[in-house]
């Protein structure tokens, strides 16, 4: 069922948020005990966050090595 999450099939709820929790605790560094009281409203904008700040990361590393490749 995890796998099915991560493969971004459609999930039970509880799978959904259990996959959703683990990825805010990983990426933040956040024991899962802390982080189940956090409003889910806001794990989802920490997350969203998150994601747009590493697509521009990555885009500004690509954007260097094709500089540093011609």
């Known amino acids: 069922m995890i796998r099915k999450a991560l493969e971004g099939k459609e ?6 948020l259990r996959v959703l929790l683990y990825t805010y605790c990983k990426i ?3 024991s899962p005990n802390d982080a ?4 889910m409203k806001d794990i989802l904008e920490m997350i969203s966050i998150h994601t747009t700040v590493e697509e521009m990361k990555a885009k500004a590393m690509e954007k260097e090595q094709k500089k ?3």
């Open 68 to 70: 540093m490749g011609r």
């Open 36 to 39: 189940k009281h956090t409003p």
């Open 11 to 16: 999930v039970t709820p509880s799978i959904a």
């Open 28 to 30: 933040f560094s956040i």
